[in-house]
């Protein structure tokens, strides 16, 4: 069973910076196919950065150079540095990891950009 938990999110003025971390625990071969969404209200959710089966990585147009994602393998972690905040960041932001088929999700953490 494999469970990720996410932490870091809160309420920040535009411009501001923070710091997501997913943890996951449980039987986890690879970290790498793990990344980062979210979903603001009335929208679907949506990619926002992720590391590929290769290894490499991925950001949506609207946040690169701005955001940030990062791994710590041996604590089966992934962060999300996210600086430069804009209200249309605002949403509730979801690590996921995919592994033998399956594609497990954490529970969401609100990132609000508000002045």
């Known amino acids: 069973q494999v469970h990720l938990v996410e932490s870091g999110g809160g309420l920040v003025q535009p411009g501001g910076s923070l710091r997501l971390s997913c943890a996951a625990t449980g039987r986890i071969f690879t970290i790498n196919p793990m990344g980062w969404y979210r979903q603001a209200p009335g929208k679907q959710r949506e990619l926002v950065a992720t590391?590929?089966?290769?290894?490499?990585?991925n950001y949506r147009d609207s946040v690169k150079g701005r955001f940030t994602i990062s791994r710590d393998n041996g604590k089966n972690t992934v962060y999300l540095q996210m600086n430069s905040l804009k209200p249309e960041d605002t949403a509730v932001y979801y690590c996921n990891l995919y592994q033998s088929g399956n594609s497990y999700w954490g529970q969401g953490t609100q990132v609000t950009v508000s002045s």
């Open positions: 590391f590929t089966t290769a290894g490499s990585t």
